[in-house]
């Protein structure tokens, strides 16, 4: 049985996608089941495997000839580009300083726009 080459070479890129998928709605299974004090908890680990997973599908296995990353691009261009997404996502995970602080007062109280 002789195999494809240009057809071997998108199973590693298109096969990426379910597997990450199902990692997704593994880590989202997770962290439902959790109590809801400890929700996000492993939210740090599962955006460092997805991100590194893609990066290094990405490296290996680009989706064009003249995009792949070579050592350069890595540090020139794509590293940035995920630097500032991470600052980003960081910044917006994050909620305002005491948003959902409840007063001492009334205990079952909620603030607005707080969970």
Known sequence: MKINPTAASGLPRYG???LLLGFTLLYLW???R???AHLGTYYGIYLAVLVTSM???EALHPMRREWGMTAA???RRDLPYLAI???TIMLRARP???CCARPAS???ARMPGCP
Do not use: Q, W
């Open 16 to 18: 990426l996608y379910p």
């Open 30 to 32: 997770m962290e439902l």
């Open 34 to 36: 959790a109590p809801r």
């Open 55 to 57: 990066v290094a599908i």
């Open 73 to 75: 691009s890595l540090f």
């Open 85 to 87: 997404t991470a600052v």
């Open 96 to 98: 305002p300083h005491g």
């Open 106 to 108: 009334n205990a079952a």
